[in-house]
């Protein structure tokens, strides 16, 4: 199938429809666990700085890899609940959203 036909087939399938400048619903939350997400990862990875890693530590690959590492707990924490930053957000987007009705 060649990407003309595949086109089409989403064009009539109704797969892909675009509104341009519509959010999807979903998106203040998802926003705000990416946000908790990014904020974890710095925090894990300064930590992860302070751990002795013993006879495989060292050099530029460690550095890199700790960065992944802490990129995985932290997606791992927020998959679980997170640390209650996002809880803090939700209640802060709302009021703001409150006011802006109100104006």
Same mark, same amino acid.
């Given at each position: #199938?060649? @990407?003309?036909? /595949? #086109?089409? %087939?989403?064009? @009539?399938? !109704?797969? $892909? @429809? %675009?509104? +341009?400048?519509?959010? &999807? +619903?979903?998106? +203040?939350?998802?926003?705000?666990?990416? =946000?908790?997400? #990014? =904020?974890?990862?710095? #925090?894990?990875?300064?930590?992860?700085? $302070?751990?002795?890693? !013993?006879?495989?530590?060292?050099?530029? %690959?460690?550095? /890199?890899?700790?960065?992944?590492? %802490?990129?995985?707990?932290?997606?791992?924490? @927020?998959?679980?609940?997170?640390?209650?930053?996002? &809880?803090?957000? *939700?209640? &802060?987007?709302?009021?703001?959203? $409150?006011?802006? *009705?109100? *104006?």
């Amino acid at each position: #199938m060649d @990407v003309s036909t /595949n #086109m089409a %087939a989403l064009q @009539v399938t !109704g797969a $892909q @429809v %675009a509104q +341009p400048g519509a959010a &999807a +619903p979903d998106a +203040p939350n998802s926003a705000i666990k990416e =946000f908790e997400a #990014m =904020f974890l990862t710095q #925090m894990v990875d300064e930590m992860l700085k $302070q751990v002795e890693i !013993g006879d495989f530590g060292g050099g530029q %690959a460690e550095e /890199n890899w700790r960065f992944f590492l %802490a990129e995985a707990f932290s997606r791992e924490i @927020v998959d679980q609940g997170g640390a209650g930053l996002s &809880a803090s957000l *939700e209640r &802060a987007l709302s009021a703001y959203s $409150q006011t802006r *009705e109100m *104006e």
